[in-house]
């Protein structure tokens, strides 16, 4: 039973996992692009393809070093089935290194839960979002994240407030600096930044998108709501880790509503907090069964998607 065999963290998990992966990365590639398979592509494709490996093992490191799930795999298991069901997220270069951006800010918002070095912790948050923000602009909605961080871990110091702009700034100063040294006219790249707020949802509205981000939102959905009823029995220390998994989530849905371009790509900043609140309903869950049959939805919707 494929419940049973994620219910323990091993080493074998990430070889099937990252399978997986590979096997649905390069079906991608193959029958959804145009590439030109020479030499090049192919090095560019496989730093890509290390870029989703990487971003699994930052996701597993940040979850299980922060105690947001117990000690298993259902977590990696959910975002790689998450990223197969919507393949797009393999296409779009830019939201692929963003959310991996993203993933290293989220490590660090959450572990200022140890109120230790919470200056370097917020910077370096606020500078993966800067640097996620130059790829994808609606990442930069993920900066409420660090305040409601600071908010919630009631960290007082006014300085630690301000860390954040410090960031920003950074971001800001060494972008200029590249862009003054290979001599790109500086007007003419801001005004190309992409800042529009869209409600036009017709690119998504193909066959294997709708099933897909249909079946993303049921689990959504109905997980969630057992997740903020389990954040109630957590220790108060870890209460506000949960609640930034909850808003992370929330913040990826906003970015999936008002992203002026919707190719589905979009929906990788929700796999993440997603797995997470995935993972922790069926920690609580008793029966094997519906286990299964979550798990075997995943697995066979991309299946389905290959039919229509």
């Known amino acids: 039973m494929i419940s049973s065999f994620f219910s323990k963290a091993k080493p074998i998990h990430f070889v099937v996992v990252s399978s997986l992966l590979m096997i649905a990365f390069i079906l ?16 560019k494709q496989i730093l890509l393809f290390g870029v989703c490996i990487f971003s699994i093992f930052v996701f597993d490191f940040l979850s299980g070093k922060n105690d947001l799930t117990k000690s298993n795999s259902y977590k990696i298991l959910f975002f790689s089935l998450f990223m197969i069901m919507m393949p797009q997220t393999f296409i779009n270069t830019k939201v692929l290194v963003a959310n991996l951006f993203i993933l290293f800010a989220l490590r660090r918002i959450i572990s200022i839960r140890t109120m230790k070095q919470i200056n370097k912790k917020v910077f370096d948050a606020a500078f993966w979002i800067s640097l996620a923000t130059l790829l994808s602009f609606w ?26 702009f410090i960031g920003v700034l950074t971001v800001v100063v060494i972008s200029l600096s590249i862009l003054i040294i290979i001599n790109t006219d500086i007007v003419s790249y801001i005004s190309n930044i992409n800042t529009d707020i869209s409600f036009d949802f017709s690119m998504l509205n193909t066959p294997q998108i709708i099933v897909s981000s249909t079946v993303i939102f049921s689990y959504f959905v109905w997980a969630v ?84």
Do not use: H, R
């Open 28 to 43: 991608t590639k193959v029958y959804k692009t145009n590439l030109n398979f020479d030499t090049l592509n192919i090095l």
């Open 139 to 164: 990442a930069s909605l993920f900066y409420i994240l660090i305040f409601a961080a600071l908010l919630l871990y009631t960290v007082a110091d006014i300085k630690n407030w301000i860390i954040p």
């Open 225 to 308: 709501f057992f997740y903020v009823i389990n954040i109630k029995s957590k220790s108060k220390n870890y209460k506000p880790s949960y609640l930034l998994i909850l808003f992370a989530a929330l913040i990826a849905i906003a970015i999936i509503i008002i992203s002026p371009q919707k190719t589905g790509a979009e929906f990788l900043f929700l796999f993440a907090p997603l797995s997470i609140i995935m993972a922790n309903y069926l920690e609580i869950i008793s029966e094997k069964w519906f286990k299964e049959i979550l798990i075997w939805i995943l697995i066979l919707v991309p299946i389905i998607n290959l039919m229509l």
